[in-house]
């Protein structure tokens, strides 16, 4: 159970990033600076901070996006007891991977590198920008796009962290619900079309998106955990704040193209 002073500090989070944010909404029309801002303190921020921040930027335009990052994150909870995989990394990346999406973040159309961007602008650390933008093979998209160039700027570092927010990404479906990565990347292609871009994207990137599953499954295997099927990848009740059910409100249900 989440601790009074955890509380605390996750509202405290909240409250700050309110105020940034409503600053932002106020200059949504200017562009983000072209060139990304070093931080201020290379640090991994704390999970309530990116919490907050992902919150804010998605649950009130993007209800559905919001469910999805939650059930991403618990997953991740789970990941993270896996040796190889750095926890505090991987649950700041998995809560942040589609601020990207947010219509106060988004400038390319391109989520990973919007994220990124944005991320990179607010002092977050080079390691985390870096998983987010590169998050479930996302170089192969930049190429499709034609944004190679810019998404270069971040490291993919081809690690079991990556690859477990790879994982997440793949068992989580669009709202939220348990899936399978086979399931996922068929719906994915049926929303879309066989021509639209992520639809071109994901026939190219699948290979790796498999890789990353099928490394992360084996790790999952060797640490004595249950590899994620519809029932097994279901979120556990257990971990940080980001696992409790999101209040949405009424507009909760309204459709989110969520990928």
Same mark, same amino acid.
């Given at each position: ?40 303190? +290379? ?19 993007? &209800? ?28 700041? =990346? ?53 944004? +190679? ?10 690690? &079991? ?16 619900? &348990? ?66 059910? +999101? ?9 989110? =193209?969520?990928?």
């Amino acid at each position: 159970m989440t601790s009074p002073e955890a509380r605390v500090d996750v509202t405290t989070s909240r409250e700050r990033v309110r105020v940034e944010l409503g600053r932002l909404l106020e200059e949504h029309t200017a562009d983000l600076p072209a060139v990304d801002r070093s931080p201020t303190v +290379d640090a991994v921020p704390s999970f309530a901070e990116a919490r907050a921040l992902a919150e804010l930027t998605l649950a009130e335009h993007l &209800p559905d996006r919001w469910r999805h990052t939650q059930a991403v994150v618990r997953e991740a909870v789970r990941l993270s007891a896996l040796p190889e995989v750095d926890r505090e990394p991987l649950l700041v =990346a998995a809560v942040l991977h589609d601020v990207g999406y947010s219509p106060v973040v988004a400038r390319t159309g391109f989520h990973p590198l919007d994220g990124a961007r944005f991320l990179r602008t607010r002092g977050y650390d080079a390691r985390c920008t870096a998983v987010v933008a590169h998050h479930s093979a996302a170089a192969v998209e930049a190429r499709v796009r034609g944004l +190679d160039h810019e998404l270069r700027r971040y490291d993919d570092e081809a690690t &079991p962290t990556r690859d477990a927010l790879w994982w997440c990404a793949a068992v989580c479906g669009p709202t939220g619900d &348990p899936t399978t990565p086979d399931d996922r990347w068929t719906e994915i292609r049926r929303r879309y079309g066989p021509d639209h871009a992520v639809t071109r994207f994901l026939d190219g990137a699948e290979p790796q998106l498999r890789a990353a599953v099928a490394r992360t499954g084996a790790r999952l295997v060797a640490a004595g955990l249950a590899p994620a099927g519809p029932d097994a990848a279901a979120p556990d009740a257990a971990g940080p704040d980001a696992t409790a059910p +999101d209040a949405a409100g009424p507009d909760a249900t309204a459709p989110d =193209a969520a990928r």
